[in-house]
C-alpha cells in the first residue's frame, strides 16, 4: 500500500532564516505531488504541484521554491522566511487511480 | 475559472441529529472530480469520496451520504445520526482532468462541532 510520510511535524524559525520541508511517498511510482498550505482559519491554497522529476508547476508568485529531485521526493523551501509563511503545510500525492492522499502535515510558525 | 463554495462556515449539532453540509461549485468544463475531505483536529487531510461527473448516482457509506446534483452545481455532504467523533473541518473540494489528477480547488471548509 502507499503512504506518504512528511516531515518535520512542527517547526518553529525566526524571520529571515531558510526553511526545508520534505515529503516522500511510499508504494507507487511517478506519482502526481503536490504542496499546499493553509493559514489559520482559511482553506488550503495549492503552492506548487509536479509531475514528474525537476518539472515543477507554481501556482502562487511567493518566496517560496520546490524541487522535486527524486521520483517520490518532493521538497518545500525558502531562503528567507517572511511572518506571512506562517501556516499548516501539506503535501500530497495522487495518480491516474487514486485520488490525493495528504500527508500528516508541518505545522510552521514564523517569530 | 473553478470556484467552490461552502457558505456554512460553522455548524453545531447534538449528537444523533442529522447534518447536511453544503457544496456549490463552478467549472466550464465538462468533465471533473468533486471529493469530500476531513480535517480532524490532529490536522491531516482524510479523503471521503471522489465522484465524476457523470455520475450523478448518490452514494451511501454507512452514516454518510452524498448528493450530486448538475442542475444546481452541488455536491451536499450528509452525516446520519451524528457522533462526537465527526467534529472536524470538511472540505470540499474540485479537480478538472479525465482521471481527477490535477491540482485540487479547495472550498472554505465547514467547521462541524457534535456536541454530547
Known amino acids: 500500500s502507499q503512504t506518504i510520510h512528511q516531515w518535520p511535524a512542527t517547526l518553529v524559525q525566526p524571520v529571515g532564516s531558510p526553511l526545508s520541508l520534505e515529503c516522500t511517498v511510499e508504494?507507487?511510482?511517478?506519482?502526481?505531488l503536490y504542496w499546499y498550505r493553509q493559514a489559520a482559519g482559511r482553506g488550503l491554497q495549492l503552492l506548487f504541484y509536479?509531475?514528474?522529476?525537476?518539472?515543477i508547476s507554481s501556482e502562487v508568485p511567493q518566496n517560496l521554491s520546490a524541487s522535486r529531485p527524486q521520483d517520490r521526493q518532493f521538497i518545500l523551501s525558502s531562503k528567507k522566511l517572511l511572518l506571512s509563511d506562517s501556516g499548516f503545510y501539506l503535501c500530497?500525492?495522487?495518480?491516474?487511480?487514486?485520488?490525493?492522499?495528504f500527508g500528516d502535515g508541518t505545522r510552521l510558525s514564523i517569530l | 475559472a473553478q470556484k467552490v463554495t461552502q457558505a456554512q462556515t460553522e455548524i453545531s449539532v447534538v449528537e444523533k441529529e442529522d447534518v447536511t453540509l453544503d457544496c456549490v461549485y463552478e467549472?466550464?468544463?465538462?468533465?471533473?472530480?468533486l471529493f469530500w475531505y476531513k480535517q480532524p483536529p490532529s490536522g491531516e487531510l482524510v479523503f471521503l469520496i471522489r465522484?465524476?461527473?457523470?455520475?450523478?448516482q448518490n452514494e451511501i457509506s454507512g452514516r454518510y451520504s452524498w448528493n450530486f446534483q448538475k442542475s444546481t452545481s452541488s455536491f451536499n455532504f450528509t452525516i446520519t445520526a451524528s457522533q462526537v467523533v465527526d467534529s472536524a473541518v470538511y472540505f470540499c473540494?474540485?479537480?478538472?482532468?479525465?482521471?481527477?489528477?490535477?491540482?485540487?480547488?479547495f472550498g472554505k471548509g465547514t467547521r462541524l462541532s457534535v456536541i454530547a
Open positions: 500530497a500525492w495522487s495518480t491516474g487511480v487514486q485520488p490525493q492522499h
Open positions: 508504494g507507487t511510482s511517478n506519482p502526481n
Open positions: 509536479s509531475v514528474g522529476i525537476g518539472q
Open positions: 467549472t466550464r468544463d465538462t468533465t471533473y472530480y
Open positions: 465522484r465524476n461527473s457523470f455520475d450523478e
Open positions: 473540494a474540485l479537480s478538472s482532468s479525465n482521471s481527477g489528477n490535477t491540482p485540487l480547488v
